[in-house]
């Protein structure tokens, strides 16, 4: 009860997921369970856009998958812009 209190008020809100965990991918996080309020104000309106779509494939994903696609993808970049411009998200 006290934590669903809480939960309100935060502003971001960070899953982890066992089966990660188990398949030893890192970090552990449940991408589609979690975020962050209000993130539209945290980037471009072209990056929100892209951030959206990739949300939706991502949701399509199993949560290992997704997430080993992350880490690969994400460490051929060297900033979030240039990341979200790297996937071809029409």
């Keep these: 009860v006290i934590f669903e209190e809480f939960k309100g008020t935060g502003n971001l809100e960070i899953v982890l997921?066992?089966?990660?965990?188990?398949k030893r991918i890192w970090p552990a996080i449940d991408i589609n369970r979690s975020g962050t309020r209000r993130e539209e104000m945290l980037m471009?309106?072209?990056e929100y856009r892209r951030v959206v779509i990739l949300r939706r494939v991502l949701n399509d994903m199993n949560p290992p998958d997704a997430m080993e696609l992350l880490v690969s993808?994400?460490?051929?970049?060297?900033?979030?812009?240039?990341?979200?411009?790297?996937?071809?998200l029409k």
């Design 17 to 22: 997921d066992r089966r990660l965990v188990d």
């Design 44 to 46: 471009s309106p072209e």
């Design 73 to 88: 993808r994400m460490q051929k970049t060297k900033t979030n812009a240039e990341f979200l411009m790297s996937m071809n």
